[in-house]
């Protein structure tokens, strides 16, 4: 009984762990989503974006549409062809591949013009993640990550003995 209790315990540490170090998913403009008259820049601002996390553009399918676009298109609005890897499906993820500033607007109708739907954001290389010792978290990271994955495949495991 108390065995068990301490088994659960650790398990939710573990996983409490695995999700702290893991990629961020930043819903933009959290439940406002994507959306018109929303500030994106202030939303922004106290965020720390790096590569690995993902940007989740949330909007009616239809109402408004998301282009990645360059700093001068950006500033300016122009919109290119909808062509150019346009994303409409309403839930569209952007993995955060390379670090850099990226640009991103919405191309319906004067949206990103005079509706402030733009978004541009810095994002930040993994090795900048603040650490006490690179070698130590690293360390720490793969040792949580292999627990985690172990605890899954036992979970996985223990799934299938139910069903
Ligand atoms: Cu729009």
Redesign the pocket.
């Given at each position: 009984m108390a065995a068990s209790h301490w088994i659960i315990i650790f398990m939710a540490t573990i996983v409490v762990l695995a999700t702290s170090i893991s990629a961020k998913e930043y819903i933009v403009g959290d439940g406002s989503g994507w959306t018109?008259d929303f500030d994106y820049q202030a939303w922004a601002k106290d965020k720390v974006f790096m590569v690995g996390d993902t940007l989740v553009f949330n909007y009616a399918p239809g109402?408004?549409n998301v282009m990645k676009v360059d700093g001068n298109s950006f500033q300016k609005c122009l919109i290119a062809p909808v062509s150019n890897g346009t994303l409409t499906s309403g839930r569209d993820v952007i993995p955060l591949k390379t670090p850099g500033m990226k640009w991103y607007v919405?191309g319906?109708g004067k949206?990103c013009e005079l509706?402030k739907?733009k978004l541009a954001i810095a994002v930040l290389p993994q090795t900048m993640t603040p650490a006490p010792a690179p070698s130590v978290s690293t360390s720490i990271k793969l040792e949580v990550s292999a627990i985690y994955g172990f605890l899954v495949s036992l979970f996985g495991g223990f799934l299938l003995l139910l069903a």
């Open positions: 018109l109402a408004h919405c319906v949206h509706r739907m």
